[in-house]
């Protein structure tokens, strides 16, 4: 089982009209969240054993963008992450990667959020290109290490 389980909503994206909701992009604004979540959480000292995106083309562009401040280019791709991602989704991908790992997983709401309540209690509110972090304390509960919203990520990526 992963130690820490991370999660980065995907940044702020195109309307939902410009395209195919899998084909959405990310806005200048969701490019800059995406680098500052990298750069915040490399400011932080965090590092990853995995990191697994949605193969969505807003959320796969936003681990790449996060993951270049992070010096990771190793990202997998999970399509469980595109849409229903659980509770079971995340714990099967976290023992996949082995016990005392940190694990990063970068998708979409309601998803994440309904994950993070399912293993913390916690009610959060994961804005697009927000992080959350959730310490695994027995096979199916958690507790929740940090929520970060955008706004707070930037001054940290500022400040590294």
């Known amino acids: 089982m992963a130690q820490q389980l991370w999660f980065l909503r995907h940044g702020e994206a195109e309307p939902h009209d410009a395209r195919s909701d899998p084909d959405r992009q990310l806005t200048a604004r969701g490019e800059e969240q995406s680098r500052a979540g990298g750069r915040a959480l490399a400011a932080l000292g965090v590092s990853f054993q995995a990191v697994f995106s949605s193969p969505r083309v807003r959320a ?16 997998l791709i999970d399509d469980s992450l595109s849409s229903g991602f659980d509770v079971d989704d995340a714990l099967a991908l976290a023992v996949a990667t ?14 994440f959020e309904e994950v993070v309540h399912d293993l913390t209690g916690g009610d ?3 804005k697009k290109g927000a992080i959350a972090a959730v310490r695994m304390r027995s096979q199916r509960r958690g507790e929740l290490l940090v ?3 955008p706004r707070e990520i930037s ?6």
Not at 60 to 75: E, K, M, P, V, W
Request: hydrophobic share 50%; with cysteine; charged share 30%.
């Open 60 to 75: 796969l562009d936003t681990a790449r963008l996060a993951c270049d401040a992070l010096d990771s280019d190793r990202i």
């Open 155 to 160: 001054l940290i990526a500022q400040a590294g």
């Open 98 to 111: 082995g016990a005392e790992k940190r694990v990063l997983f970068v998708g979409h709401n309601p998803d």
């Open 147 to 149: 929520l970060l919203r």
């Open 124 to 126: 959060v509110d994961l």
